[in-house]
Structure formats: C-alpha cells, structure tokens
C-alpha cells in the first residue's frame, strides 16, 4: 500500500486552488514531496488577497513506482497547464517553487516572459550525492533516506523513487542551460544547514541568472524544507515583505 511508504499519511497532500484577487501565485512542491509543503505560504497569500494554485505532481502521492514511470517533461507540462489556468483568471501570476519545484519556476519563467517574478526556496542547481542514482537505477527501485522528516509536517515518500531521481537530475541540467533566459525579478532562498542542496546553487544562480533583480537570501539554520521548518515565519515574511514591494504599489498585509 502506498502508506507504507508515505511519511505522514495524515496529512493533507492533494492539489488545492484557493479562490482570491486579480494576481495569481502558482506553488510547485519538491521531489518525493506533496503540496503539503508550499501550503503555508499558500494560506499566507490567499489571506493577503490573491489567487493561489498549487497542483500535485505526477507521480507523487500515490506510490513511488509511479514517480519511477514519469519524465521531467510530465512536471513541466503540468506546470505549464496549470500556469495557463491560472492566467487566464489573473492579470499576472507569480510562480514559486521548493526544491524541485523551483527548477520547474526557473524553466516556466524562460518559456513564459509573461511569467511576472519567481519565488524560490532552496532551487535544487546542486544537489548533493544524487549522481548515483543513474548508476544504482539499474540494480533497485529505491533509496531509503536516511534523514526523516517526522519531526516537521511534511508529506511524502520515505524512500528516494531511482529513476524518478534521475529524471530530476535531467530537469536540473535543462533548468542550469536556461538560467541566463530567467530575466523577470527573483526572490531566492538558502540556507547554510541544507544537506540536499549545495550552498554553491546561489553563486550559480548569482552567475547565471538572466535576471537584474535578484533579491538572494542565506539562511544559517534551516534544513532543506524551508517552508517547513524553524526559520518558516522569517521567510514567509520575507516574501510578503518583499512582493509588497513588487505588486505595481498593491499592499501586502503580513496577515
């Protein structure tokens, strides 16, 4: 059954849209992980007056086997379709993305110049010790992770999906040949305790981002989910700070 290998099953993981004003926020979660993660800043938004769509990625949510049948290109599409919803609804839409989620953001920006501005949290440009999945694939399904996340409330698989995890590391490369093509303002975040993705993401993304507003903050306590975890307040109100500044002179209450 897929709960076996879901961490907290009980939590609700499932594609939301919350119903708000004329700009819309498209919320793109990481690998192995489920909506659950980019809620909070969701319910964040929708409170200060926006539309906020968040869809469950293929092959996520169900059973690892189905993350281990998917193409980096299935998440792009679903990404792109649901951006596409979204602006037809919106007068500008903003993406954001965790993780995974955030190389999806980086290649809808180049794909859509329509795409207003991007919000990412820990953007995985480097990853660390994941290259092993195009050798291990061959030999086993998954990867048991080591490090669990019980202790925040996070929903997803327990275990690390081999070609599923090789096809992100091809979204990855596809996301670092387009970073000079992101030229629409950026609000990226890292952390110093990340063990997944490497601190050297932001001098690649200080490098080769197309973009000539680049806001780039380094966290020094968070771990990898940092929607999630112990610094979660700080960057929320970062981001809101940040687009009250953005949103053609329209406040953002820090609600």
């Known amino acids: 059954m897929a709960e076996n290998y879901m961490i907290h099953p009980e939590l609700d993981g499932s594609s939301f849209i919350y119903q708000g004003g004329k700009t819309g926020f498209l919320l793109l979660h990481g690998f192995t992980a489920m909506t ?12 200060a007056g926006h539309t906020v769509s ?5 092959g996520h949510g169900t ?18 379709s649901e951006y596409e919803k979204l602006s037809e609804q919106c007068d500008e839409v903003w993406v954001a993305g965790e993780s995974m989620g955030g190389l999806l953001c980086l290649l809808l920006a180049a794909n859509n110049p329509t795409v207003r501005g991007l919000l990412l949290y820990a953007p995985a440009l480097a990853v ?18 080591k490090n669990s996340k019980d202790d925040l409330p ?32 950026t609000l990226a975040f890292f952390s110093e305790k990340d063990p997944t993705v490497k601190l050297s993401a932001s001098d690649l993304m200080k490098r080769k ?30 981001t809101l700070s940040y687009l009250s500044k953005k949103l053609n002179g329209k406040s953002v209450h820090l609600s």
């Open 154 to 185: 996070w929903k997803g698989y327990n275990v690390y999906p081999l070609k599923g995890a090789v096809e992100m590391l091809k979204l990855q490369k596809a996301a670092r040949k387009i970073l000079s093509g992101v030229t629409q303002p």
């Open 54 to 58: 968040a869809p469950l990625l293929p």
């Open 36 to 47: 659950t993660e980019v809620r909070p800043l969701g319910e964040r938004l929708h409170a």
């Open 63 to 80: 059973h690892p086997d189905d993350l281990n049948k998917v193409r980096w290109q299935d998440w792009l599409q679903t990404a792109q």
């Open 128 to 145: 660390r010790k994941m290259r092993i999945a195009y050798i291990l694939q061959y030999v086993m399904k998954y990867l048991t992770k």
């Open 209 to 238: 981002l197309g973009s000539d507003e680049l806001e780039m903050v380094i966290l020094k306590e968070s771990p990898h989910v940092i929607l999630l975890a112990n610094e979660q307040q700080k960057v929320i109100d970062h």
